[in-house]
Nanobody, 126 residues
Framework: QVQLVESGGGSVQAGGSLRLSCAAS?????????MGWFRQAPGKEREGVAA????????YYADSVKGRFNISQDNAKNTLYLQMDSLKPEDTAMYYC??????????????????WGQGTQVTVSS
């Protein structure tokens, strides 16, 4: 059973930084699946934020976070990270970690991902 557990969310002021972590366990390895970060704000659809190829190759970012967020993974620890800098109030949302069963394409499409964490809240105040 694949389990994904996010941590690292919190409340920060605009311009601040947070680092989210996602620990994967069960029948999974971050080295064999596409992994991604998604977010959902109240009243809005879930959207892809950043995703990374199996094994930590190419990374893809939503236009709204390019240059501010960085996705990475530690294959030895089966852990996915999202470094978020220069945070803006519009980044406020529940952030979810997700893993696919195969190479995901489009990388930022939520429907490509099979396993989801419970989410961690990020709140950015102005």
């Amino acid at each position: 059973q694949v389990q994904l557990v996010e941590s690292g969310g919190g409340s920060v002021q605009a311009g601040g930084s947070l680092r989210l972590s996602c620990a994967a366990s069960g029948y999974t390895s971050t080295n064999s699946r596409s992994m991604g970060w998604f977010r959902q704000a109240p009243g809005k659809e879930r959207e892809g934020v950043a995703a990374i190829w199996p094994g930590g190759g190419m990374a893809y970012y939503a236009d709204s976070v390019k240059g501010r967020f960085n996705i990475s993974q530690d294959n030895a620890k089966n852990t996915l990270y999202l470094q978020m800098d220069s945070l803006k109030p519009e980044d406020t949302a529940m952030y979810y970690c997700a893993a696919s069963n195969r190479f995901a394409w489009p990388m930022l499409s939520p429907t490509e991902y099979r396993y989801w964490g419970q989410g961690t809240q990020v709140t950015v105040s102005s």
